[in-house]
């Protein structure tokens, strides 16, 4: 009796001890609702800002690490060519300008004096061969003058008329400006050398490139003197809002991630965590294997989620930088 009690006593404890185990393992498991933790780095969407003209770089008026707000020069290039150009426009459209207000216009005064006083020469000289013409009709009847006489005077008579007639007609259209078609052409070419000074004042504006957003210059990639092609950056621009963070979370734990929910970042050197905001979850698996899914090639799959933070917490991140980031309900 006494071994069969010894060896229940035992079979007692070992049970015992087992099933403290048990409880001290399911009590370290992690719970479904803890935060999960998974590794990424810190990303910079940069601004490149390039003219879309050549020329040689002038001014660099900043350098890599100087802060800058919208609307700061960043650099200029040559423009001498593109100022030319716009002051030769300028001076035709000037030109072109005094033409329309001329053409709509009558003749000099001056002009219209001379042109008045022919008609009034024209109007004395009828005045004259009328009354010289009657002369000759009154003879006629009194058989004092041959026919011939009456009509040579008649001739007379109906030329002054016809000039009087033609100085009145010069006379209106020396006060007129040119025909309407002629002022409407005058007109088109001042809108078009308009149109023409408008590209000349944007062909010299974008020789001086300014900060379309507040951020930092990340990098300069030219020196002053070198020439700078067309389209290509002088400036690199990193924005705040453009500081992100990406992480790779396997397959089980992107279902509990959402977008808007906030996440804790974490990086090397002891510096307190920073609140960030996931902002995608890409609905793209990577590095997916080139096999039919499965249970166990499922727990393979990764998918790409992105977070975003205010502008002020953005400037202590640095791209390419490892960071750690914690997702749960908790945080």
Avoid at 178 to 206: C, F, G, H, K, N
Avoid at 215 to 244: H, S
Avoid at 289 to 300: A, D, F, G, L
């Amino acid at each position: 009796m006494t071994g069969t009690a010894f060896i229940t006593r035992t079979s007692l404890l070992f049970s015992g001890i087992l099933l403290l185990l048990l409880c001290l393992i399911a009590g370290c498991s992690p719970s479904p609702s803890a935060p999960a933790t998974v590794q990424g780095y810190v990303e910079g969407e940069f601004v490149y800002i390039s003219s879309p003209l050549p020329g040689k770089l002038e001014k660099l008026f900043v350098q890599r690490g100087t802060q800058v707000k919208i609307g700061d020069p960043l650099f200029e290039l040559e423009n001498i060519q593109e100022k030319a150009a716009r002051e030769e426009t300028k001076l035709r459209l000037a030109q072109m300008r005094a033409q329309a207000t001329d053409t709509k216009k009558g003749k000099r005064p001056t002009e219209i004096e001379a042109s008045t006083a022919q008609l009034n020469q024209a109007r004395t000289a009828l005045q004259l061969s009328e009354k010289e013409c009657a002369r000759q009709e009154r003879l006629l009847r009194a058989n004092v003058v041959p026919l011939q006489g009456v009509d040579r005077a008649r001739s007379v008579r109906d030329q002054d008329r016809q000039r009087v007639a033609q100085f009145e007609a010069e006379l209106g259209t020396a006060r007129l400006g040119l025909r309407s078609d002629q002022i409407a052409a005058t007109e088109a070419s001042a809108r078009a050398l308009e149109a023409v000074l408008t590209r000349s004042d944007w062909d010299l504006a974008q020789k001086r490139q300014t900060a379309p957003a507040t951020g930092l210059v990340f990098d300069t990639l030219y020196r002053t003197g070198e020439w700078v092609a067309a389209g290509r950056p002088a400036v690199v621009l990193l924005p705040p809002q453009n500081i992100k963070v990406r992480v790779f979370v396997p397959q089980p734990l992107v279902a509990t991630i959402h977008q808007g929910e906030k996440a804790q970042v974490t990086v090397d050197g002891g510096h307190a965590p920073f609140a960030g905001v996931v902002n995608f979850i890409s609905p793209q698996a990577e590095y997916t294997p080139p096999v039919i899914y499965s249970r166990e090639n499922r727990q393979k799959l990764v998918y790409m989620v992105e977070l975003t933070f205010d502008p002020a917490t953005a400037v202590q991140l640095h791209p390419g930088q490892p960071v750690d980031v914690r997702f749960g309900a908790g945080l």
